[in-house]
């Protein structure tokens, strides 16, 4: 099967699946029209609805608005990974239709993944790769609110001057 073929392929699937996604969330949100279900409703059909709009590669308009630094992600695998997985536990609530399709979403994207290691190319013109070409964990020390974190995001112990366990120049609060 040709490289081409392998995407029009996965991206068919990809909205198939999301489109089904999609109809279950929006079955067991009628079905049970409570508070929080709704809200549950509400924000996974979000999620899924941009999952499918990346899926379909389009409306470009929207596409535009969506392709910013903040949800560059979204255009990644492991940023589709990760909210497949989320919509996909939100999914394993929803009784036997919803533990069906999260079970289908989680088999296609391991699926896809699968496939891209056999096949690259694909895997490449389907996923975003970082868009930084060096970019790798290479046990980096960074900073969280004053709080100072090694490699693993494993907490060090110390603090910053200016954090409300850091010394204070106003005097104890106690």
């Not at 009628?30 to 499918?52: C, D, E, K, Q, R």
């Not at 996923?127 to 930084?132: I, K, V």
């Not at 964990?137 to 001057?161: F, I």
Request: hydrophobic content about 45%; cysteine-free; proline content about 3%.
């Amino acid at each position: 099967m040709g490289t081409k073929q392998l995407v029009r392929s996965f991206r068919t699937s990809s909205v198939i699946v999301y489109l089904l996604n999609l109809a279950v969330i929006i079955h067991w949100t009628i079905g049970f029209p409570i508070y929080l279900n709704v809200l549950i409703g509400v924000l996974t059909s979000l999620a899924t609805i941009l999952m499918l709009l990346v899926a379909m590669n389009g409306p470009r308009t929207l596409l535009n608005v969506i392709d910013s630094p903040r949800f560059s992600f979204l255009f990644t695998f492991r940023g589709r990974y990760i909210m497949d997985l989320l919509v996909s536990l939100f999914l394993y609530a929803m009784h036997t239709l919803g533990i069906l399709m999260a079970t289908i979403t989680l088999g296609m994207i391991f699926g896809i993944r699968f496939a891209g290691v056999k096949h690259p190319e694909a895997f490449r013109v389907l996923f975003r790769q970082t868009a930084d070409p060096t970019f790798e964990d290479d046990g980096t020390v960074y900073t969280d609110a004053g709080d100072t974190y090694d490699d693993g995001g494993t907490y060090d112990g110390t603090y910053d001057e200016n954090t409300v366990e850091g010394p204070s120049t106003t005097g104890d609060r106690r």
